[in-house]
T-cell receptor
Framework: AQSVTQLDSQVPVFEEAPVELRCNYSSSVSVYLFWYVQYPNQGLQLLLKYLSGSTLVKGINGFEAEFNKSQTSFHLRKPSVHISDTAEYFCAVSGQSGGSNYKLTFGKGTLLTVNP | NAGVMQNPRHLVRRRGQEARLRCSPMKGHSHVYWYRQLPEEGLKFMVYLQKENIIDESGMPKERFSAEFPKEGPSILRIQQVVRGDSAAYFC????????????FGPGTRLTVT
């Protein structure tokens, strides 16, 4: 079984500032890692994913995340945010084996608010 | 390529009524997943279906909830005799055959039980 902890429930930042949204996970098996974004009253959109290979993953809208196996973290970063990045961000994990990789486990989410 | 479609987007039911939530997967996707999002919580896995088969329903409440994905037509999540605690957003996701971890989500159905 896996679990995900998003350490900050809310992150307020000013426009054009950098941001980091933190995610730690717990798992007894190798994992796939994901970040999703949810705009108000909409579904989840996949921002980026780590499956294997390079630990630095680049996603859409200028976001990137770094997988750190020793610290069991997958923090999301953006060097300069826009007002339009205001949304809820969810970190998710699944096991890699075929018998469980469909079952995404989500964190509780981080509300990113970008202020002018 | 149309995305995952869910309807209705909003559903209001009185306690004791039935709720039926529909999900049409992306074209070419044969796997469907249902998740529930309670207020201020992350999404929780409910059930995984393929056409005419329930693969994993370990996240479904034991009573009143059922799901199906028939050979023809959308997947249906059915909640009988709804209670206030069923009020939540219900999201459907779909994935291609070869990568079940790569899930694409619909806009969700927001169920309110009065």
């Amino acid at each position: 079984a896996q679990s995900v902890t998003q350490l900050d429930s809310q992150v307020p930042v000013f426009e054009e500032a950098p941001v980091e949204l933190r995610c730690n996970y717990s798992s007894s098996v190798s994992v796939y890692l994901f970040w999703y974004v949810q705009y108000p009253n909409q579904g989840l959109q996949l921002l980026l994913k780590y499956l294997s290979g390079s630990t630095l993953v680049k996603g859409i809208n200028g976001f990137e995340a770094e997988f750190n196996k020793s610290q069991t973290s997958f923090h999301l970063r953006k060097p300069s945010v826009h007002i339009s990045d205001t949304a809820e961000y969810f970190c998710a994990v699944s096991g890699q084996s075929g018998g469980s990789n469909y079952k995404l486990t989500f964190g509780k989410g981080t509300l990113l608010t970008v202020n002018p | 390529n149309a995305g995952v479609m869910q309807n209705p987007r909003h559903l209001v039911r009185r306690r004791g009524q039935e709720a039926r939530l529909r999900c049409s997967p992306m074209k070419g996707h044969s796997h469907v997943y249902w998740y529930r999002q309670l207020p201020e919580e992350g999404l929780k896995f409910m059930v995984y279906l393929q056409k005419e088969n329930i693969i994993d329903e370990s996240g479904m409440p034991k009573e009143r909830f059922s799901a199906e994905f028939p050979k023809e037509g959308p997947s249906i999540l059915r909640i009988q005799q709804v209670v206030r605690g069923d009020s939540a957003a219900y999201f459907c996701a779909s994935s291609p055959l070869t990568s079940s971890y790569e899930q694409y989500f619909g806009p969700g159905t927001r169920l309110t039980v009065t």
